[in-house]
């Protein structure tokens, strides 16, 4: 720790110290830094921050999450339920992709039925499951047929994780997305930008900026230095927290922060010899002090985590097993696994992999210095974010930081990512973890329209998953933004979504 405050003062002095000479920027172009390139701008395959972001940007998607996680209209202007086996949705006239065809629910079918048949692999593809088939009889109607009853049929089809793609779109779609939402796709140079523009054909209200181009700056010191030169307009949730001290008394920027939903974690792979057992997982909750973390490298920014879900959703519950920071229950629990200290104190070695983010990174390392003190030899291994995600995705992994954002604002997060049917490349359950009952549990909530039945299993699923421990839920991270004056105030989501491009504008 003396070793991080040390670095990380030196990065304070560095901001403190640089002149503040203001480079001209493009007048209506909103320049904004982010962490890495979007994996894949095909809404049905890239699931990383990024990709699902500017995602929500490009694309429409048939209905939309609001702030207290109901579901509003967006291509759907309507829908009914004739049947629990049956959903009919009534689409918008007038909406046309950025290419000038027009969008209709051939479309919309096409882009369903490319994940459901199987003709695109995507961990998405699991959300579908219980979908029969997918009918388009006109234009502006479709409907969906289910196998059985499935009550997240709406939030497999939010912005985020879905968005319509001109029907027969190639595989190579991705590299070049035509969407229907407020901005186009211009360009994308792999490590350094994306370019989108203003699509001037949108169907709502346009956007009041002319464009925005996402530079991608991986290092968090560099991040914090073109914000304090003003080569940058925003960064949101992606900046150390004593760097924010620094920028917040440079006359032209402004801090925003607000209770977010984001949740970082750490997953295991539970068919690892040494983490397979649930022991040796609830030990190394033990050993984190994640207070302390929380205070040193997040500035008090975060709140503790004990459940994938926030604490605001209606399904989340404190009534878990809690993981307070505890050595002593740590080794007891690591004795009783059968790992005794060997010579030089250490009983075993794991190796964790990181992206480069320097935050995570930094996470990576206080876990290492802690996991000593209980006789865990962690290795940290740091990749640039493509070859990290693919082995993340693939299960290459002992044990790796992870982040949900937005998925974990709906309950069918549970499925999503614990479900024994979920494993790679069918979903996001990337540790491998199997549980009937938790299998059971999901299945009962899918299958009922009564929300107190569906409280009392997610309850149980919570409990279950903290008994277990699949998952280390680490904190939900507050949505901090660094903004440029030259900027009217954004509009923040608890989620660190891109939106509020949506309504920004310049101050003249």
Not at 52 to 78: K, M, Q, T, Y
Not at 151 to 174: H, I, Q
Not at 331 to 345: F, K, M
């Amino acid at each position: 720790m003396r070793r991080l405050a040390l670095a990380s003062a030196a990065a304070v002095l560095l901001l403190a110290t640089v002149a503040c000479h203001r480079r001209p920027l493009a007048s209506d172009i909103v320049i904004m830094l982010i962490e890495s390139s979007p994996a894949n701008l095909d809404p049905r395959i890239g699931t990383d921050a990024q990709s699902e972001h500017i995602d929500s940007l490009l694309f429409d998607a048939l209905v939309r999450r609001n702030e207290h996680f109901g579901i509003d209209p967006e291509l759907a202007e309507r829908w009914d339920t004739p049947d629990p086996l049956t959903y009919v949705f009534h689409l918008r006239t007038g909406v046309i992709f950025h290419d000038g065809r027009p969008l209709t629910s051939r479309d919309v079918k096409w882009t369903l039925d490319s994940m459901i048949q199987g003709k695109i692999i995507t961990v998405k593809a699991a959300a579908y499951a219980s979908w029969a088939s997918v009918d388009a009889p006109d234009p502006q109607t479709l409907i969906v047929h289910l196998k059985k009853p499935d009550n997240s049929v709406l939030l497999n089809l939010c912005d985020g994780a879905f968005g319509v793609l001109p029907a027969g779109s190639g595989r190579d779609f991705g590299h070049h997305p035509v969407g229907s939402g407020p901005f186009q796709f211009v360009s994308q140079e792999q490590d350094r930008e994306v370019v989108l523009r203003r699509a001037a054909s949108y169907w709502g209200p346009l956007p009041r900026i002319a464009g925005v181009r996402f530079a991608v700056v991986p290092d968090a010191i560099t991040r914090a230095l073109e914000m304090q030169k003003g080569s940058a307009d925003v960064e949101i949730n992606a900046l150390p927290a004593d760097m924010l001290a620094p920028l917040a008394r440079n006359p032209h920027l402004r801090i925003q922060s607000g209770p977010g939903t984001v949740l970082m974690y750490t997953v295991f792979n539970t068919r690892d010899p040494v983490l397979r057992d649930a022991r040796v997982r609830l030990a190394i909750a033990d050993a984190i002090n994640r207070p302390l973390i929380v205070r040193s490298l997040y500035g008090g920014h975060a709140r503790l985590a004990e459940s994938v879900l926030p604490p605001e959703h209606w399904a989340w519950t404190g009534e878990v097993e809690q993981h307070d920071y505890s050595p002593a229950a740590a080794n007891t629990l690591l004795d009783q696994a059968g790992y005794p200290r060997r010579s030089g104190g250490m009983r075993f070695h794991l190796t964790i992999k990181t992206s480069t983010d320097e935050t995570t990174r930094l996470v990576a390392v206080v876990m290492q210095q802690q996991l000593a003190q209980i006789g865990i030899s962690l290795d940290v291994r740091s990749y640039e974010f493509a070859t990290f995600y693919a082995d993340i995705v693939k299960g290459a992994f002992q044990m790796a930081p992870s982040r949900w954002i937005g998925g974990n604002e709906a309950p069918d997060i549970f499925r999503l990512a614990f479900a024994t049917a979920s494993f790679p490349p069918h979903g996001a359950n990337r540790g491998y973890y199997t549980n009937a009952a938790v299998d059971a549990l999901l299945a009962h909530a899918a299958s009922t329209a009564d929300p107190s039945m569906q409280r009392q299993d997610y309850v149980a699923v919570q409990q279950q998953l903290a008994r277990d421990l699949p998952v280390l839920n680490l904190w939900y991270l507050d949505t901090v933004a660094a903004e440029s004056t030259r900027l009217t105030p954004l509009h923040l989501s608890p989620s660190g979504s891109f939106d509020f491009l949506r309504e920004v504008s310049f101050v003249h």
